[in-house]
């Protein structure tokens, strides 16, 4: 099974600023199978990014995501009152789906 | 827009068995894989598995394997996920979310199920 590990577990960031979310995978995930989700209380969840850096439809450009191989990261370029949520990773290289552990976004 | 619609919130005994549904529309019923994704407070996110109801077929992840059982019913457009021997381990937020086919992204979610485990 893939672990994937999150870091931070919290990000306490205040309106405007630029947060950037780490995701380790425990093996390389070749082609990039890495996929970023938004989760908010209350709400169903929501697909940001697949293939490590492409955005779904309909999720603004200041959601960002890059790396390659073990290491990968999702960016918020200017954070809206509506990006404080807790994110996670995914990975589909392996017929095993797993998910990291979250990072959770919290105003400061 | 694919919209998923999930039963309520349920409380069940240990031991017993707990269904959830996952509704869609008629015609999205057989585009996509339906998954069953659980986030427990011990175990973060967990995917339980997949099916595909165009092909009437379930792929289990190993740990749900012979516990978990999926089901569709295309009159109503609705997929099914049982789960059987509940412990109080189960007790998770459930929901079920599309994907193009096994082994992919999850690209629409439910509002999700909160199944309570109590004795």
């Known amino acids: 099974e893939i672990v994937l590990t999150q870091s931070p577990g919290t990000l306490s960031l205040s309106l405007g600023e630029r947060a950037t979310l780490s995701c380790r995978a425990s093996q390389s995930l070749d082609g990039n199978y890495l996929a970023w989700y938004q989760f908010k209380p209350g709400q169903a969840p929501r697909l940001l990014i697949s293939g490590a850096s492409i955005r779904a439809t309909g999720i603004p450009d200041r959601f960002s995501g890059g790396g390659s191989g073990t290491d990968f990261t999702l960016t918020i370029s200017r954070l809206q009152p509506e990006d404080f949520a807790v994110y996670f990773c995914q990975q589909y290289l392996s017929s095993v789906l797993t998910f990291g552990g979250g990072t959770k976004v919290e105003i400061k | 827009q694919v919209q998923l619609v999930q039963s309520g919130a349920e409380v069940k005994k240990p031991g017993s068995s707990v269904r959830v549904s996952c509704k869609t529309s008629r015609d999205n019923f057989n585009k996509f894989a339906v998954n069953w994704v659980r986030q427990a407070p011990r175990h973060g996110l967990e995917w339980m598995g997949g099916?595909?109801?165009?092909?009437?077929?379930?792929n289990y992840a190993p740990k749900f394997h012979g516990r978990a059982t999926f089901t569709a019913d295309e009159s109503t457009a609705t997929v099914y996920m049982e789960l059987d021997s509940l412990g109080s381990e189960d007790t998770a937020l459930y929901y079920c979310?599309?994907?193009?086919?096994?082994?992919?992204?999850?690209?629409?979610w439910g509002q999700g199920t909160l199944v309570t485990v109590s004795s």
């Open positions: 979310a599309t994907s193009r086919s096994f082994g992919v992204t999850f690209d629409h």
């Open positions: 099916f595909m109801p165009s092909y009437k077929t379930a």
